[in-house]
C-alpha cells in the first residue's frame, strides 16, 4: 500500500488571477463619511482604518492623499438592528439582526474597466436576549472585517 502511495505524486499549483493591475503604484483612501439614519460615533474611522489597513497589508502599492492610480471613497449608508425571530411565548425578539451597508466608488485610472461602484452589506445576527449596546462593539468589528474583505477583493481579487 505504502508502495502504490508513492506512485501517486500530484502536483497543485495556485494561481491568483487579477491581483494588482500592472502599472498600479500608489492608492488613496478616503474616509468614509457616515450617511446612516443612525450614526455610531467611531465607525466611519474604523472602517476607513480597516481600508487601509488591508491594503498596507496584502499589496505593497504606497499610501498617498491625492493623484492615486486607483482610489477608494463612500459612504456608510445604513446601520440597523431588526427583529429576525419573534419568541411566541413572550412576544419579543428571540433573534436580531445587525447589519451594516457601505456604498463603494472605486477607480482605477490605470484601467477604467476595473473601477466600480457598489455597495456591500453585511450582518450578524445576535441573541435578543442581548441589548444592541452590549454586542453592538464586536458585532461591528467582525461586520466590518467582512465589508473590508469584499470591498478589497471585488477591487483587486476580482471575485
Known amino acids: 500500500m505504502v508502495v502504490a502511495l508513492q506512485g501517486c505524486k500530484v ?3 495556485y494561481k491568483m488571477t487579477g491581483a494588482v493591475t ?3 503604484k500608489t492608492i488613496s483612501v478616503a474616509y468614509f463619511q457616515n450617511r446612516a439614519s443612525l450614526v455610531q460615533p467611531g465607525l ?4 476607513t482604518d480597516a481600508l487601509i489597513d488591508i491594503c498596507k497589508s496584502q499589496t505593497n502599492l504606497s499610501i498617498v492623499s491625492t493623484g492615486a492610480d486607483v482610489s477608494f471613497e463612500g459612504d456608510i449608508t445604513d446601520y440597523r438592528t431588526q427583529p429576525l425571530t419573534v419568541d411566541a411565548n413572550s412576544e419579543q425578539a428571540a433573534m436580531n439582526r445587525f447589519t451594516i451597508t457601505v456604498k463603494v466608488r472605486f477607480k482605477n485610472n490605470v484601467n477604467q474597466d476595473l473601477s466600480y461602484e457598489q455597495s456591500f452589506s453585511r450582518y450578524q445576527d445576535y441573541n435578543g436576549t442581548s441589548n444592541l449596546s452590549d ?3 464586536g ?3 467582525e461586520i466590518i472585517k467582512m465589508l473590508v474583505d469584499d470591498i478589497f477583493n471585488k ?3 476580482n471575485w
Do not use: D, R
Open 44 to 47: 466611519s474611522q474604523n472602517l
Open 11 to 13: 502536483k497543485i499549483s
Open 22 to 24: 500592472a502599472g498600479v
Open 155 to 157: 477591487a483587486f481579487v
Open 139 to 141: 458585532l461591528s468589528e
Open 135 to 137: 454586542v453592538e462593539s
